[in-house]
């Protein structure tokens, strides 16, 4: 899975993706994960680029694509 640092947003801390299995993986400030199923390449390129990847990730990834929470993740554990 690649990963990116998110850095330019407040709520999320980082992301990954992983384009065999079309996952996202975002990581919360709060330590909270969630994994986003089916998510095409196009939108996690379009989640890098955005200047508010908390607010891309609200509007544009949350309700269209199923998503499992992990509770409380360290940063870089592997699921």
């Known amino acids: 899975m690649s990963r990116q640092s998110a850095g330019r947003s407040g709520a ?42 908390e607010r891309f990730v609200r509007e544009s990834i949350e309700g269209r694509y199923p998503r499992e929470k992990y509770p409380c993740m360290m940063v870089g554990e592997e699921i």
């Open 12 to 53: 999320v801390r980082s992301v990954g993706y992983d384009p065999t299995t079309k996952a996202l993986l975002v990581i919360c400030e709060s330590a909270d994960a969630y994994r986003y199923a089916g998510v095409p390449k196009e939108v996690y390129d379009a989640l890098l680029a955005a200047p508010s990847r």
